[in-house]
């Protein structure tokens, strides 16, 4: 049985591929490129093909990864590059006025998501996905239905913080979201290899999170969470453009650092008119577990005078507690592994504030 990963042999098969136009291959040139994988073996992969290429370049790439050991499956769409001019081109004034640009699709309101909320941050470590897995179960706990969507598309680490592994099975051309915790989730972590990085453009993103929007069972919810990847890119763009986001809820640790990048994430959604729901600081401090007195390891303070300087609420501070960690990894959110903690306490707090404010917010 090959010892090496999908993704290799495939980066192996490519390179062996030469285009006659360039001698240059089409995996180092990247004339094949947003190569997908999932578990069992299905492969999607675009190649751009310029006009003066041979089109019989497109049949010998796809006989290469059909020969790869381990793929079941293979879509490979074909795009055509656009041929580039000789020389620097001089740009040329049209006397005649511009064709008006065709308006951007308005966003869809999904009425079986509930309502929808995403949790996001202005930069990576800063606790974002550990407040959304903890807000989605504290939601289910308090009796609502619950969905938690993983559009961390970098780094999809939901699946091992909820304790769920294997790939979602697919009934009547719908996925069926695995279940844990009373709460509904679906995360590309259950459809890729562990070690598979997800090195894809903007136009990919969009497709994965519509399909996670469209084509997954979700039911009637009544609250759906979204775990955002860090910045402010491809992804919060994609889900603001393709369904009605209810509020958005920024995390960030009580340094300047964290805080600033926080605050190009709330002006990022204020700018797209999605309403900031309000500021959670996670590590707040560390609660010493024999005296119990508080330490502020990563300062103080920050999240509450962000929040005081953009007018928005600061909907709770979560203590560094390393039964937090644990449970992340173990797969046991701290609100149901150690419900009388601290830290499970604010997020369980910061649960009936969001349920109050989106409750305000959103009213017909």
């Not at 049985?1 to 990247?30: C, H, K, W, Y």
């Not at 929040?307 to 609420?313: D, F, G, Q, Y």
């Amino acid at each position: 049985m090959p010892t090496t990963t999908l993704q290799e042999r495939l980066a192996q098969a490519l390179s062996r591929i030469a285009n006659p136009r360039t001698g240059a291959d089409v995996f180092s040139s990247q004339q094949v490129r947003d190569i997908a994988t999932t578990t069992d073996g299905r492969v999607r992969a675009t190649l751009q093909l310029a006009p003066d290429d041979d089109p019989a370049l497109a049949r010998a790439v796809r006989l290469a990864i059909q020969g790869v050991a381990g793929v079941s499956d293979l879509q490979l769409e074909v795009a055509t590059a656009p041929k580039k001019p000789a020389g620097r081109a001089l740009p040329v004034m049209d006397q005649a006025p511009a064709a008006p640009r065709p308006s951007a699709p308005l966003p869809k309101r999904f009425a079986n998501l509930g309502r929808v909320i995403a949790i996001s941050s202005g930069k990576g470590g800063v606790g974002k996905s550990t407040v959304a897995v903890n807000l989605a179960v504290a939601l289910a706990q308090g009796g609502a239905r619950v969905g938690l969507m993983d559009a961390d598309i970098y780094g999809p680490n939901i699946p091992r913080m909820m304790g769920v592994s294997g790939q979602p099975s697919v009934i009547n051309e719908k996925m069926i979201p695995l279940e844990a915790h009373g709460v509904k989730l679906i995360s590309l972590g259950m459809m890729i290899e562990p070690d598979q990085p997800a090195i894809w453009r903007g136009p990919i993103v969009m497709k994965i999170i519509n399909q996670f929007l469209v084509d997954v069972a979700w039911g009637q919810l009544d609250y759906f969470i979204v775990d955002m990847p860090p910045g402010t890119g491809d992804a919060q763009l994609s889900l603001v453009q393709a369904t009605n986001v209810d509020g958005a809820i920024i995390v960030t640790t009580p340094q300047d650092v964290s805080v600033g990048d926080a605050l190009r994430g709330v002006k990022m959604f204020q700018r797209v008119d999605v309403p900031v729901l309000g500021i959670v600081e996670n590590m707040s401090w560390f609660e010493c577990p024999h005296c119990g007195k508080p330490s502020a390891l990563f300062g103080s303070g920050g999240g509450e005078r962000l929040a005081r300087s953009l007018e928005l609420p600061l909907l709770g501070q979560v203590p560094l507690y390393p039964r937090v960690m644990e449970g992340g990894d173990a797969g046991k959110p701290i609100v149901t592994a150690d419900a009388s903690s601290s830290a499970a306490k604010a997020l369980t707090g910061i649960a009936t504030r969001v349920t109050e404010s989106v409750g305000a917010t959103t009213a017909v």
